[in-house]
Protein backbone atom coordinates (compact mmCIF):
# COMPACT_ATOMS: atom_id res chain seq x y z
CA UNK A 1 0.00 0.00 0.00
CA UNK A 2 1.67 3.46 -0.77
CA UNK A 3 2.17 6.26 1.51
CA UNK A 4 -0.88 8.75 2.55
CA UNK A 5 -3.44 6.06 2.93
CA UNK A 6 -6.00 7.05 5.36
CA UNK A 7 -6.34 4.51 7.97
CA UNK A 8 -8.67 4.16 11.01
CA UNK A 9 -7.89 1.96 14.05
CA UNK A 10 -9.65 1.28 17.07
CA UNK A 11 -8.12 0.68 21.26
CA UNK A 12 -5.18 3.16 20.20
CA UNK A 13 -4.28 3.46 23.56
CA UNK A 14 -1.93 0.99 24.40
CA UNK A 15 -0.55 -2.60 22.89
CA UNK A 16 -1.02 -3.71 19.97
CA UNK A 17 -3.02 -0.73 18.72
CA UNK A 18 -0.52 2.00 19.72
CA UNK A 19 2.09 0.03 18.36
CA UNK A 20 0.00 -0.13 14.94
CA UNK A 21 -0.45 3.93 14.77
CA UNK A 22 3.07 4.85 15.71
CA UNK A 23 4.76 2.45 13.23
CA UNK A 24 1.65 3.57 10.87
CA UNK A 25 2.64 7.51 11.06
CA UNK A 26 6.18 7.19 10.95
CA UNK A 27 5.60 5.92 7.73
CA UNK A 28 3.67 8.57 6.30
CA UNK A 29 0.29 6.82 6.56
CA UNK A 30 -2.62 9.14 8.48
CA UNK A 31 -4.28 7.22 11.33
CA UNK A 32 -7.23 8.21 12.82
CA UNK A 33 -7.69 6.36 16.44
CA UNK A 34 -9.81 6.00 19.25
CA UNK A 35 -9.96 4.46 22.55
CA UNK A 36 -11.62 5.49 25.67
CA UNK A 37 -8.56 6.72 27.55
CA UNK A 38 -8.65 10.44 27.60
CA UNK A 39 -4.88 10.94 28.59
CA UNK A 40 -4.00 8.40 26.06
CA UNK A 41 -5.81 10.18 23.17
CA UNK A 42 -4.79 13.61 24.42
CA UNK A 43 -0.81 12.17 24.44
CA UNK A 44 -1.62 10.79 20.81
CA UNK A 45 -3.13 14.03 19.81
CA UNK A 46 -0.18 16.11 20.77
CA UNK A 47 2.69 14.46 19.30
CA UNK A 48 0.58 13.26 16.13
CA UNK A 49 -1.28 16.70 15.03
CA UNK A 50 -3.75 16.99 12.09
CA UNK A 51 -4.25 15.17 9.61
CA UNK A 52 -4.07 12.53 12.18
CA UNK A 53 -6.94 12.48 14.57
CA UNK A 54 -7.39 10.19 18.49
CA UNK A 55 -10.46 10.74 20.10
CA UNK A 56 -11.50 9.07 23.45
CA UNK A 57 -14.94 7.16 22.54
CA UNK A 58 -16.43 3.68 23.95
CA UNK A 59 -16.98 1.35 21.20
CA UNK A 60 -19.77 -0.36 23.34
CA UNK A 61 -21.64 3.00 22.57
CA UNK A 62 -23.08 2.91 19.38
CA UNK A 63 -24.50 6.85 19.43
CA UNK A 64 -20.39 8.02 20.08
CA UNK A 65 -19.23 5.50 17.38
CA UNK A 66 -21.98 6.96 15.03
CA UNK A 67 -21.09 10.56 15.60
CA UNK A 68 -17.53 9.37 15.44
CA UNK A 69 -17.88 8.33 11.93
CA UNK A 70 -19.60 11.11 10.61
CA UNK A 71 -16.78 13.60 11.96
CA UNK A 72 -14.53 10.91 10.43
CA UNK A 73 -16.19 10.84 6.84
CA UNK A 74 -16.35 14.74 6.94
CA UNK A 75 -12.74 15.29 8.10
CA UNK A 76 -10.59 12.51 6.76
CA UNK A 77 -13.07 10.43 4.13
CA UNK A 78 -13.86 6.77 4.06
CA UNK A 79 -10.66 4.65 5.48
CA UNK A 80 -8.78 2.54 2.90
CA UNK A 81 -7.90 0.02 5.93
CA UNK A 82 -9.80 -0.53 8.98
CA UNK A 83 -8.42 -2.34 11.66
CA UNK A 84 -11.45 -3.12 14.76
CA UNK A 85 -8.53 -3.90 17.33
CA UNK A 86 -10.23 -2.66 20.28
CA UNK A 87 -11.15 -5.72 22.69
CA UNK A 88 -11.22 -6.77 26.37
CA UNK A 89 -10.80 -10.16 28.07
CA UNK A 90 -12.41 -11.69 30.93
CA UNK A 91 -10.28 -11.97 34.00
CA UNK A 92 -9.18 -15.76 34.16
CA UNK A 93 -12.13 -17.75 35.65
CA UNK A 94 -14.16 -21.33 35.10
CA UNK A 95 -16.74 -19.80 32.90
CA UNK A 96 -19.56 -20.77 35.70
CA UNK A 97 -17.76 -18.18 37.93
CA UNK A 98 -17.36 -15.23 35.58
CA UNK A 99 -20.16 -12.55 36.46
CA UNK A 100 -22.93 -11.76 34.30
CA UNK A 101 -21.63 -8.43 34.06
CA UNK A 102 -17.61 -9.68 32.73
CA UNK A 103 -19.39 -11.61 30.25
CA UNK A 104 -21.64 -8.45 28.74
CA UNK A 105 -18.50 -6.40 28.82
CA UNK A 106 -15.99 -8.52 26.64
CA UNK A 107 -18.97 -9.66 24.36
CA UNK A 108 -20.17 -6.15 24.14
CA UNK A 109 -17.04 -4.70 23.42
CA UNK A 110 -15.26 -7.62 21.20
CA UNK A 111 -18.48 -8.36 18.92
CA UNK A 112 -20.76 -5.47 19.24
CA UNK A 113 -18.40 -2.85 19.52
CA UNK A 114 -16.94 -3.85 16.23
CA UNK A 115 -20.06 -4.58 14.70
CA UNK A 116 -20.70 -0.28 15.76
CA UNK A 117 -17.78 0.59 13.56
CA UNK A 118 -18.79 -1.69 10.83
CA UNK A 119 -22.02 -0.47 10.61
CA UNK A 120 -20.89 3.84 10.75
CA UNK A 121 -17.87 3.20 8.45
CA UNK A 122 -17.96 0.30 5.98
CA UNK A 123 -21.26 1.97 4.14
CA UNK A 124 -18.93 5.17 2.96
CA UNK A 125 -16.02 2.34 1.54
CA UNK A 126 -18.85 0.19 -0.15
CA UNK A 127 -19.95 3.04 -1.88
CA UNK A 128 -16.04 3.88 -3.51
CA UNK A 129 -15.94 -0.20 -3.49
CA UNK A 130 -12.41 0.44 -2.41
CA UNK A 131 -10.76 -0.65 1.32
CA UNK A 132 -9.98 -3.26 3.47
CA UNK A 133 -11.07 -4.32 7.06
CA UNK A 134 -8.92 -6.11 9.58
CA UNK A 135 -11.14 -7.58 12.68
CA UNK A 136 -8.57 -8.80 15.34
CA UNK A 137 -9.14 -12.26 15.98
CA UNK A 138 -7.11 -14.82 18.17
CA UNK A 139 -5.00 -18.00 18.43
CA UNK A 140 -8.65 -18.15 20.80
CA UNK A 141 -10.42 -17.73 17.89
CA UNK A 142 -9.65 -21.11 16.18
CA UNK A 143 -8.62 -22.63 19.29
CA UNK A 144 -9.52 -22.92 23.34
CA UNK A 145 -8.26 -22.70 26.51
CA UNK A 146 -9.47 -23.62 29.90
CA UNK A 147 -10.03 -19.86 31.94
CA UNK A 148 -10.93 -17.44 28.84
CA UNK A 149 -14.10 -18.81 27.58
CA UNK A 150 -16.23 -15.33 26.87
CA UNK A 151 -12.99 -14.24 25.44
CA UNK A 152 -12.77 -17.18 22.96
CA UNK A 153 -16.72 -16.89 22.53
CA UNK A 154 -15.94 -13.75 21.29
CA UNK A 155 -13.27 -14.09 19.27
CA UNK A 156 -14.93 -17.26 17.55
CA UNK A 157 -17.79 -15.20 16.74
CA UNK A 158 -15.59 -12.39 14.96
CA UNK A 159 -14.48 -15.23 12.67
CA UNK A 160 -17.80 -16.05 11.49
CA UNK A 161 -18.94 -12.46 11.49
CA UNK A 162 -15.90 -11.33 8.92
CA UNK A 163 -16.24 -14.37 6.87
CA UNK A 164 -20.18 -13.40 6.12
CA UNK A 165 -19.26 -9.92 5.85
CA UNK A 166 -16.99 -10.91 3.20
CA UNK A 167 -19.56 -12.54 1.31
CA UNK A 168 -21.31 -9.19 1.34
CA UNK A 169 -18.73 -6.54 0.47
CA UNK A 170 -18.03 -5.99 -3.26
CA UNK A 171 -15.16 -7.12 -5.41
CA UNK A 172 -12.93 -4.20 -4.79
CA UNK A 173 -13.04 -4.89 -1.02
CA UNK A 174 -11.85 -7.49 1.75
CA UNK A 175 -12.38 -8.34 4.96
CA UNK A 176 -9.77 -10.26 7.30
CA UNK A 177 -10.05 -12.10 10.47
CA UNK A 178 -6.36 -12.02 11.84
CA UNK A 179 -4.73 -13.13 14.59
CA UNK A 180 -1.99 -11.23 15.35
CA UNK A 181 0.20 -14.14 17.32
CA UNK A 182 0.71 -13.89 21.00
CA UNK A 183 1.98 -10.66 21.92
CA UNK A 184 3.20 -9.21 25.78
CA UNK A 185 0.59 -6.76 26.18
CA UNK A 186 -1.87 -5.67 29.48
CA UNK A 187 -4.45 -8.19 27.95
CA UNK A 188 -2.15 -11.04 27.86
CA UNK A 189 -0.42 -10.14 30.88
CA UNK A 190 -3.83 -11.05 32.77
CA UNK A 191 -3.93 -14.45 30.78
CA UNK A 192 -0.13 -15.79 30.97
CA UNK A 193 0.70 -13.65 34.44
CA UNK A 194 4.30 -13.28 33.83
CA UNK A 195 5.51 -15.83 31.21
CA UNK A 196 4.01 -13.03 28.89
CA UNK A 197 7.24 -11.52 29.37
CA UNK A 198 9.03 -14.07 26.93
CA UNK A 199 7.00 -12.67 24.12
CA UNK A 200 7.34 -10.34 21.79
CA UNK A 201 6.53 -6.62 22.32
CA UNK A 202 3.89 -4.51 20.95
CA UNK A 203 6.60 -2.69 18.65
CA UNK A 204 8.64 -5.56 17.86
CA UNK A 205 5.27 -7.06 16.82
CA UNK A 206 4.32 -3.98 14.30
CA UNK A 207 7.76 -4.12 12.66
CA UNK A 208 6.28 -7.42 11.27
CA UNK A 209 2.36 -6.95 11.32
CA UNK A 210 2.27 -3.39 9.38
CA UNK A 211 3.60 -4.26 6.20
CA UNK A 212 1.99 -7.55 6.55
CA UNK A 213 -1.57 -5.27 6.88
CA UNK A 214 -0.38 -2.77 4.27
CA UNK A 215 -0.39 -5.41 1.94
CA UNK A 216 -3.62 -6.79 2.03
CA UNK A 217 -6.53 -6.71 -0.63
CA UNK A 218 -9.15 -7.79 -2.13
CA UNK A 219 -6.98 -11.48 -3.23
CA UNK A 220 -7.47 -11.85 0.70
CA UNK A 221 -11.06 -11.04 1.16
CA UNK A 222 -12.32 -14.11 3.85
CA UNK A 223 -9.41 -15.57 4.44
CA UNK A 224 -8.43 -16.25 8.01
CA UNK A 225 -5.33 -15.14 7.89
CA UNK A 226 -2.16 -14.88 10.89
CA UNK A 227 0.88 -12.12 10.84
CA UNK A 228 3.66 -13.95 9.92
CA UNK A 229 6.74 -14.74 12.50
CA UNK A 230 5.50 -13.96 15.58
CA UNK A 231 4.68 -16.80 17.95
CA UNK A 232 1.53 -18.55 18.09
CA UNK A 233 2.04 -20.56 21.15
N1 LIG B 1 -1.73 -9.53 22.92
C1 LIG B 1 -1.95 -10.72 22.38
O1 LIG B 1 -1.12 -11.65 22.53
C2 LIG B 1 -3.17 -10.97 21.53
C3 LIG B 1 -3.35 -12.27 21.05
C4 LIG B 1 -4.46 -12.52 20.26
C5 LIG B 1 -5.35 -11.52 19.95
N2 LIG B 1 -5.14 -10.25 20.43
C6 LIG B 1 -6.10 -9.22 20.03
O2 LIG B 1 -5.39 -8.07 19.62
C7 LIG B 1 -6.14 -6.89 19.91
C8 LIG B 1 -5.31 -5.92 20.73
O3 LIG B 1 -5.01 -6.55 21.98
P1 LIG B 1 -3.89 -6.00 22.98
O4 LIG B 1 -3.18 -7.18 23.47
O5 LIG B 1 -3.18 -4.87 22.37
O6 LIG B 1 -4.85 -5.50 24.19
P2 LIG B 1 -4.65 -4.32 25.26
O7 LIG B 1 -3.21 -4.04 25.47
O8 LIG B 1 -5.49 -4.68 26.42
O9 LIG B 1 -5.26 -3.03 24.49
C9 LIG B 1 -6.64 -3.01 24.19
C10 LIG B 1 -6.98 -1.68 23.54
O10 LIG B 1 -8.39 -1.66 23.28
C11 LIG B 1 -8.93 -0.45 23.83
N3 LIG B 1 -10.32 -0.68 24.23
C12 LIG B 1 -10.79 -1.62 25.09
N4 LIG B 1 -12.11 -1.48 25.23
C13 LIG B 1 -12.49 -0.42 24.47
C14 LIG B 1 -13.73 0.21 24.23
N5 LIG B 1 -14.86 -0.22 24.81
N6 LIG B 1 -13.76 1.27 23.37
C15 LIG B 1 -12.62 1.70 22.78
N7 LIG B 1 -11.41 1.14 22.97
C16 LIG B 1 -11.35 0.09 23.82
C17 LIG B 1 -8.02 -0.13 25.03
O11 LIG B 1 -8.05 1.24 25.34
P3 LIG B 1 -8.90 1.89 26.55
O12 LIG B 1 -8.80 0.97 27.71
O13 LIG B 1 -8.22 3.22 26.72
O14 LIG B 1 -10.27 2.01 26.00
C18 LIG B 1 -6.66 -0.50 24.44
O15 LIG B 1 -6.16 0.58 23.67
C19 LIG B 1 -7.41 -7.38 20.61
O16 LIG B 1 -8.45 -7.53 19.67
C20 LIG B 1 -7.00 -8.74 21.16
O17 LIG B 1 -8.11 -9.58 21.36
C21 LIG B 1 -4.08 -9.96 21.23
Known sequence: MPANQRIVITGVSRGLGRAMAEAMTAQGQTVAGCARSRQSVTDLSARFASPHAFSALDVCDDGQVADWARRLLSDFGPP?????????????????????????????????????????????????????????????????????????????????????????????????????????????????????RSYPSPETWAKRAVPFLLGLGPKDNGKPLTVPGIPTE
Open 80 to 196: DLLVNNAAVINQNARLWEVPAGEVSQVVDVNIKGVVNVIRHLVPAMVDRNRGVIVNLSSGWGRSTSPEVAPYCTTKWAIEGLTRALAQELPNGMAAVPLNPGIIDTDMLRSSFGESA
